[in-house]
């Protein structure tokens, strides 16, 4: 498998397998600062609420999914577990926050595209 040229710097050759799951593990970390930047709007509006649930609720269905898709793909279970419930809980936050708090972007994005 390729390794990233980096990977040969941070870590020994025994962890090289790891590099296979790294990406997953980057655009997870992606989604977890969106979710970061975004959750303020809920604060903001006084619907924390929403956030509690919000985290609850992928928080479950990441140990869900981690007990199933590790026993059955092992490491790479627990980086798609992982992704998928910091991206659900992105998704989620950015539809509350922008329902409670009405974001300016998309009349932004509509004036640029007409």
């Known amino acids: ?17 790891a590099s296979t799951i790294v990406i997953y593990l980057v655009i997870g970390q992606c989604f977890n600062g969106a979710y970061l930047m975004i959750t303020n709007y809920l604060f903001y509006a006084k619907r924390t609420g929403y956030l509690a649930t919000v985290t609850i609720t992928t928080g479950s269905l990441n140990l869900l999914l981690l007990y199933i898709l590790t026993n059955k793909l092992g490491l790479f279970g627990a980086a798609i577990s992982f992704l998928i419930a910091t991206g659900l809980r992105f998704i989620l936050t950015f539809y509350f926050s922008n329902k409670f708090f009405p974001m300016p972007w998309f009349k932004g994005l509509v004036n640029i595209l007409k």
Do not use: Q, R, S
């Open 1 to 17: 498998f390729n390794i990233p040229p980096f990977l040969k710097f941070v870590v020994d050759e025994k962890f090289y397998e």
